[in-house]
């Protein structure tokens, strides 16, 4: 088992899964929350969290696979497996699982297959695979158009593309920076590589998820992760819905105040059963 840091200091491990290693950097003690990143970012986009939650909780911020400082290749459909390994290497039997867009789609996967490693979700502007109506629009991710910009030598016009995208606009001053230095650091190996199988849809099946969720959008994040939301909020048997006022779909380094207390609120209330009396 890994060695946990002092309170107020953050460690980082290459955690061995397959074909290759996953990176986390940790913080705190206490109940563990594990933190996933949405596409093109690393866990550089919770640095507000680390910062503020480990006071109260063991915060765990993943490189998800194919991503940051991770060595092994993308994949969706392993990273059921990687956070398997993260939570046996640091011997945690359970933890909240906190998904931001894409990793949002990892964690209601986690919390559908294996609910007895879960406390709670949190899902924050995620996707749901098999949710229909699809994006459209300028809610859309053309990601075929950006992986052929990839293969042929043109990462820096996809990333320029990008970042224009709704889903990455920012305004405040201090997280344009840090948008910016993410996309920069960004090596699309996703996009290099062949392209995945699809995920099993889970529109249908919310129900079957019990776990305590909380459901989070920015007031201004897109439409249909707005609308996805509702219909999280309201399929899932133990969900709640909050909004952030005024952010965007990176509500959580944009209104990190906000967020962060959302997120302890959430935490202290399902883990009032957990606690034993006396």
Known sequence: MASLPA????????IPVADGTVRIEVAG???????LHGWSLDRGVWHAQL???????QVIAVDRRGFGASTAPPGLAD??????????RLGLARAVIVGMSQGGRVAL???????DRVIGVVLQGAPLDGFLPGPRGDDRIPIASYAALVRSGRIDRMKALWRKHPLMRVDDPAARRTVDRLLAAY?????AAAAPPPLTPLAGEL?????????????????????VADALA???PNARRMTIAAAGHLCNLTHADAYNAALASFVDRIRSPLVTPA
């Open 7 to 14: 309170a107020g200091a953050t460690m980082v491990h290459d």
């Open 207 to 227: 129900d079957a998820i019990y776990a305590p969720a909380l459901v989070l959008t920015g007031e201004q994040d897109t439409p249909w992760r707005r609308l």
């Open 187 to 191: 090596q699309a190996r996703d996009l």
């Open 234 to 236: 309201y399929g899932l």
């Open 79 to 88: 990273e059921d497996g990687d956070l398997f390994a993260i939570l046996d």
């Open 109 to 115: 996967h986690f919390a559908m297959a294996h609910p």
């Open 51 to 57: 910062g503020a939650l480990a006071a109260r909780f």
């Open 29 to 35: 003690e206490g109940l563990p929350l594990v933190l």
